[in-house]
Every structure is written in structure tokens, then in C-alpha cells.
């Protein structure tokens, strides 16, 4: 009896086997729980009470503001409080800070708080900065652009004044930037991002003078930055995916680099996702463009037209070119937002003509297999379109049509009817209809 009762006591000196896990394992549990929730952490033994202060990364941002919010935590200076503590307590570098500024809070002293928070991170090694601002814009310090190691900077209304003298983010290879002014006396500064890889602005203003060297460059989105400097930004030749809308008619703009579609494509040897509305479009085809081009657009597989007018003869003449020159494209989907709420409206019958026209495409698309039509209103140029692509894509598997919501039901009804009779290239193709 006496030996049964001691093989089954707990000795204090049994094993810790949360204490004792890997390293690594520790820190990817504790970068996966928001602030408060590794803080907690503390009590789990004597080994956890302070490896909150060491953790690696320390993420301000809405559900954790949200979540304090509702109890009332961030009354007169909680929010500042909250992150001085820990700022304080931290040990070792922070190689990720996440800060989200929550609407209606203001700092008392012009940021003067979030600018020494900035200051503490340049310090330690901060290899990712995400900062989102729901208030007045945040002029970035000097500080932020002496963080030398950052690999990846992510910016929310901010006022982006680099000093005149910067050696640049030479580690950066991910920058997204969202509602920037980059100021206009920036004075031709140049910042030299040699390892960057992904750059994407968003309603940014002064773009024209965001001046970088980028020749590493693999992905480029530029949302409703009508003056950025393309024609700087497409010279790389690692180029594989880019987005450009403008969302407005480009004569609206100042400072606006000209370029044409052939210009543009030719520097392009290893696309393979372009994403274009019609704004930009229609700026790159403001010259007569020809059928073929000097260099095929050989690497060129999924393409994207967003409210390109297909009754517009120019506009169309543009998208045959891009078919017609890209031998390898697999993916082609035409989308219409009308975001354009003074649309222009042509006359269908120089388009409709050119569709019907022998040779109007003059090659087969072999490697096409999937189209996406969205928001079809059924203009005949639109179904002339469809016509053609289904009569041109032997390796055709998935044609999707989704008609606009302000058609009738028998306008919806006669449209199916007309595109089921059009004679199909691919015995596989399948066309998904729906409204």
C-alpha cells in the first residue's frame, strides 16, 4: 500500500512541459495572440512571467482597440498608456509593429507620443511597420527612414517627407502605401530600393514626386494615382504583375506621363498578370496602335479589362491588339463597374462593323481556357465580342456571363438565347449563364 501511494503522488519536481517546449514553437504561439492575451501568458509559470517582454512582434490594431474600447479602457490617456507600458517593459528587438490609430482619438501633442514610438522602433530592429491612421494624416519622422532593415513598410494616411539626404530602405521588398501625400517640395529626392519587390499606392497624392529606384521590381498596383510616373516605375525588367486604375478620366490630371501600349509592352518580357481599366487604357491607345506588335507579349497568361468600352472603336481596336499579341494567354475576364458616373456613349455601329469583318481577329487564341464576362449589358458590340472569343479559343473549358442588374428579364432572357446559338471552337466549352 505504501509503494502504490508513492508512485502516484506529484513530485514538485515533475517535468514543466509548457516551460519546456522548443523556442520556437513559444514564439510562434505568442505572435499568433493579440497583447493582452500574452500577457496573460504570465501566469501560466515562474519561466512565462516576463517572455511576453521578449516577444518579437506587438500588434496594435483594431480588434485589439475595439476590445479595450468597449470597457472603456482608452478614457483620457489609456490608449498612450497602454503602449508605453509595454513599450517599457519590452526587452530585445521588435522585428514586427502593427499600430492601428482608432477613429475620433486625438493625440495631445501632435503625435509627439506615436513619433517616439517610431524613434524606439528604429532603435530595435524593426523589420515590418504597418501604420494605419483613421484621423488626421500622420507626417512620418525622420526616424522611420532610418530603419535600415525594414522588409516590409505598410502606410495609412500619412504625409511622406523623406530628408533630403537618405540612403534608402535597402532591405525593403514589400511597400504598400494608402491615401500618401508625398508632398510637393521634395525636391527630386530619390530613394534607392534595390531589393523591392512588391509596390502598391492607393489613392495616394504628389506621386510624381515619389522619386525611387526600384530595378528588382516584380509586382506594381497603382489605384487612383493618376500622376504617378509609370513609365519610372515599368523599367524593371522582373516586371510579372501590374494594376493600374485611374477610376477617372486622365485629362482631369496634371503632371501625367504619356506612354502608349506598344511603349509600355515592350519593356515587358515577363508579365504575366495586367490588370487595366478603361481610363488608362484609353490613354495608352490615344495613338493608332498597329495589329502586331513588334515583340509577341509571349509571357502574358491572365488579363483584365475593368470598364473598357467595347463600343468604342479605339478601345476596341486596343483589346484585339492585346489578344491578338499575346500567343499564351490562358485567362481573360471583362468587368464593367461603370465607376464613371458621367459614362460617355458611343456609337456601336464603327465597332459592331469591325466585329463582323472577315479576319477582324486574324489568329487563333490556342492556349485561352477560361473568359469571365461580369455586368454584360448586351450592346451588340458586347455579344459581337463573345462571338468572336467563342469562335477563336479551341482550348476553351469555362465561359462565365453575368448580366448587369438593370436589365429586364426578357432583355436577360434574349441575350441567353443569342449567345447559346453562337458556334463554338472547343467541343469542351462550358458557358455558365446567370444574372
Known sequence: MT????????TCVEEDRISNLPKHLIESILEGLPVPDVVKTSILSKKWRYRWTKMRALVFDKQFFRKYAKYGAFGGNGFTRIINKVLILHKGPISKFLLHIPPKYEFDDSFEEVDQWMMLLSRNGVRELILTDSNQRYELPSYVFSCLELTKLKLRNCFF???????????LND??????????????TQINLPQLKKLSMSWCTNVYNFNINATKLQALIVIRCPDAMLLRLLQSPYLTLICVSFQKPIEDNVQVEKTTLPIMLSNLRKIVVLYLDGFFFK??????IPKWLPHPVNSLKRLFFVDVKLDDLDQLHGALCLLRNSPKLESLSVMSFNMNPQAIYYDVEPASNHLESPNCLDCRLHRLQTVKIECLEGSKPELLFIKLLLAHSPSLQKFTIT????????KIIDICKDVMRFPRASRKAEVIYSS
Open 403 to 410: 448580366t448587369s442588374r438593370a436589365l429586364n428579364a426578357k
Open 175 to 188: 511597400l504598400e502605401l494608402w491615401n500618401i501625400d508625398f508632398r510637393a517640395n521634395l525636391c527630386g
Open 283 to 288: 490613354a495608352l491607345i490615344a495613338e493608332k
Open 161 to 171: 517627407k523623406p530628408p533630403l539626404k537618405i540612403e534608402g530602405f535597402l532591405n
Open 3 to 10: 509503494e502504490n501511494h508513492s508512485e502516484g503522488l506529484v
